[in-house]
């Protein structure tokens, strides 16, 4: 995993190379005749029909004088008109004219030939990356200059059941973290994937169920409670993994809340979950659902000696 600074250093120097192959460093945009302020104008007035220039210098983030000289220009050369709000006499509203419509049509078709022609250049899974990746982060940058509190939050969705791919992904999930922090081998990943394989098998009993977090159709979390391995009427929590990029979100608490609902519809005499004790954030939230400490021993199955523990959720109702 890249350092805080890595990543910093990483992304700076790919705005800078995407800045310079875009033609933002140039005194003309996009196979016309008119600086970036003047397209992105453009682009945004015909995004939104009519607006006001007010609105307009808020969205670009630029000087009002600067906005009312570049917007005079584009009157001028018949790109753009005035016209007066039908609500508010004292407002003008800008909106495209004849000329203007088919100098976006052409702004857009340059720019989706540009782009399409970069994507061609990378395999499906980059393309999806990219696309996912600088959605997130133009809106971080924005909600900064907006000073906008909190993190720009992914739309995570919570989904029950086997899914394509997911046995895969959770055993990559178990096996990039755990070789990462803690040093464990392929014997833990195949245990992962062979344990996954033979519960996916048995969702279909009503004792058994997975939760998944998924953001832009990319499982990103997972947990399952597998109501029959352990008998006595106990279930076991197992596979509770997240990406690295949803650790601290809410999201493993928001998983951990539908697997707890369910052992308590299923009216389950006990949950059981095994950890060791180097997980402490996991551990901080299994306590804050009610999980107590009930065993621990030194064990070395994973290749390492480690103080494995035991956890025990007793259903009160």
Known sequence: MLSERQKIKNIRAASRLMVRELGFMNQNLAATDYPPSAVHSMLE????????AA????????????????LAKLVE??????????DDARTKLISLTGKGRDTVQNINAYADQRVAAALGKLDPFAQQAVSQGLCSYASALKACRENSEGKVRKSVNIVTGYHAGMIGRITEMHGDYYAREH?????FEAKVATGLADF??????SCNQIWLAIV????????AIDGEDLGNNEA??????????CRGSGVGRKLLTEAMRFCDEQKFSAVQLWTFDKLTPARKLYESFGFELSKEWDGDQWGS???????TRINSA
């Open 55 to 70: 609105q307009l210098v808020q969205i670009l983030g630029l000087e009002k004088s600067s906005v009312s000289r570049m």
């Open 183 to 187: 040093n464990f081998g392929h014997f």
């Open 236 to 245: 076991h929590l197992r596979w509770f993994i997240l990406d690295d990029g």
């Open 45 to 52: 007035v015909e995004a939104h029909g009519a607006m006001t």
């Open 200 to 205: 996916s098998a048995r969702l279909d009993k």
């Open 77 to 86: 050369a018949g790109e753009l008109e005035e016209n007066m709000s039908p």
């Open 305 to 311: 000696t480690l103080t494995e523990q035991q956890f």
């Open 216 to 223: 832009n159709e990319r499982i990103v979390g997972s947990v």
